[in-house]
């Protein structure tokens, strides 16, 4: 699967099956709103993945503190492209190497 595969399923009612935990909440993120793709990744925080989407979510939400804490936690420099190319590039990135 790639990015623009992604993007189209964003049509169905549930996302593709074999996806990541990471890759699920990005696709809640774009289908329910930031708060699903949320709950998500705060329930799976063992998962490096999930704690990079988690930084994402909190930087939609508009909590830049708490968004800090968790780039912080995976070691990742606050994403500085707007909330639509950092969606993006965490999709791409997990889709590579998953290889979904």
Known sequence: MNLEEFKA?????QPPAGLSYSLQALWLDARKGWQAAHVLV???EDDPACNRVHAYCHRRE???ANAGYW???VGVTFYK???????ADL?????ETARV
């Open 9 to 13: 399923s964003l049509s169905g009612d």
């Open 42 to 44: 705060q329930d799976h």
């Open 62 to 64: 508009g909590d830049l």
């Open 71 to 73: 780039y912080r936690r």
């Open 81 to 87: 492209g707007t909330l639509e190319e950092e969606w």
């Open 91 to 95: 999709v791409s990135g997990f889709l």
